[in-house]
């Protein structure tokens, strides 16, 4: 497991210590090996990390419709991602060249600022000819808010547009979601 911290974390958000690439079809790679290489620079307000990694597996997919695509293939990708983080405000981006391993690439921007209890967040993000997805192109639009009850317990809403491409017979569709609810943390 190559062990990096690149994803884009919110204001406030020490980067998650997670698996590179997590894309759901690198799971589908059985056998072989991968290698890879990952770079972070983590100094208050800047965040940087660069990850890079080779496949070469035994047997790719396990019978789902998109990994038995023969698009996808043995070969290496790189990341990147960065955050500047000021006292009350953050900007993230991360960007995600999956290509030669025939998942195409995602970019995905983030911002937040914080008005008291309140943060206001806004993201895009945009997977392009996603095997995964049946080679379509989506965009995500989210805008959001937190507001925090206590340390542990807060109220959240946010607004989600998405759009993705048609492929084949199926015409392209916009879904536009609302989500209110609370976020509890127990323990950590």
Known sequence: MLDCG?????????????RAFPAGPISNYQGGEAKGLGVKFKQRPWYIGVDWIDINADR??????????SKIHNDSSWQIAGRYQAKDWSVAAFYDDVKNLGLDTNTYLNSTYKLGKTTLIATYGQNRDATQFFNRDIDTWSLGAKYALTKDLELFAAWVDRFEDAFGTTAAKNYQILTLGINAKFGY
């Open 6 to 18: 690149s994803a884009v974390p919110l204001a406030g958000a020490d980067p998650p210590r997670r």
């Open 60 to 69: 790719i997919g396990s019978g789902t419709l998109f990994v038995a695509n």
